[in-house]
T-cell receptor
Framework: GQQLNQSPQSMFIQEGEDVSMNCTSS?????WLWYKQDPGEGPVLLIA?????ELTSNGRLTAQFGITRKDSFLNISASIPSDVGIYFC?????????????FGEGTQLTVNP | NAGVMQNPRHLVRRRGQEARLRCSPM?????VYWYRQLPEEGLKFMVY????????ESGMPKERFSAEFPKEGPSILRIQQVVRGDSAAYFC???????????FGQGTRLTVV
């Protein structure tokens, strides 16, 4: 089955630093999504990527859909304390019935003021 | 436009009882996913449904678990004869269709005592 390898598992950074995390897969995905989850809450969609090579920004967040369609990265610039949380990548496979959203294991981000 | 609504937010059941978790998708969404999340872990796919159809249930345990998404009303995840190992957060997500971005509810936290 499809699997996503997300790294790093955790990060401890100082406020103001930039952050980068990535996901890789042995399978091709048609869509990459990045979510953030705060404690006790559901994942919130941050960025959606639909085309290989696409680079998309949302405020301080930037994400790219890899050319090979097997990887994606998320960058957070000038981190602030409220960036703390778990970040998940997710991929959607072929656009046929049965396609499901597959998640990475998450990156736990801690920002020290 | 209300988001994905899950209820209850918290559910406590004794071993052997039944748990029924409800998910109302976003307006206009006809696709629903269910995921399970254990503490400190990622999101594990359970089942993917469209209205009145189960598309992919490869992540569902073979026994005691069932899901439905009727023509009218919310999607239901049903766990019969619950055991302590069923304690987890259960998240529902909805989307417009295959390949579309998915939006999550706030989850139901099931505790089996």
């Amino acid at each position: 089955g499809q699997q996503l390898n997300q790294s790093p598992q955790s990060m401890f950074i100082q406020e103001g630093e930039d952050v980068s995390m990535n996901c890789t897969s042995s399978s091709i995905f048609n869509t990459w999504l990045w979510y953030k989850q705060d404690p006790g809450e559901g994942p919130v969609l941050l960025i959606a990527l639909y085309k290989a090579g696409e680079l998309t920004s949302n405020g301080r967040l930037t994400a790219q859909f890899g050319i090979t369609r097997k990887d994606s990265f998320l960058n957070i610039s000038a981190s602030i304390p409220s960036d703390v949380g778990i970040y998940f990548c997710a991929g959607l496979g072929r656009e046929t019935s049965g396609s499901r959203l597959t998640f990475g294991e998450g990156t736990q981000l801690t920002v020290n003021p | 436009n209300a988001g994905v609504m899950q209820n209850p937010r918290h559910l406590v059941r004794r071993r052997g009882q039944e748990a029924r978790l409800r998910c109302s998708p976003m307006k206009g969404h006809s696709h629903v996913y269910w995921y399970r999340q254990l503490p400190e872990e990622g999101l594990k796919f359970m089942v993917y449904l469209q209205k009145e159809n189960i598309i992919d249930e490869s992540g569902m345990p073979k026994e005691r678990f069932s899901a439905e998404f009727p023509k009218e009303g919310p999607s239901i995840l049903r766990i019969q004869q619950v055991v302590r190992g069923d304690s987890a957060a259960y998240f529902c997500a909805s989307s417009l269709g295959t390949g579309s971005e998915a939006f999550f509810g706030q989850g139901t936290r099931l505790t089996v005592v």
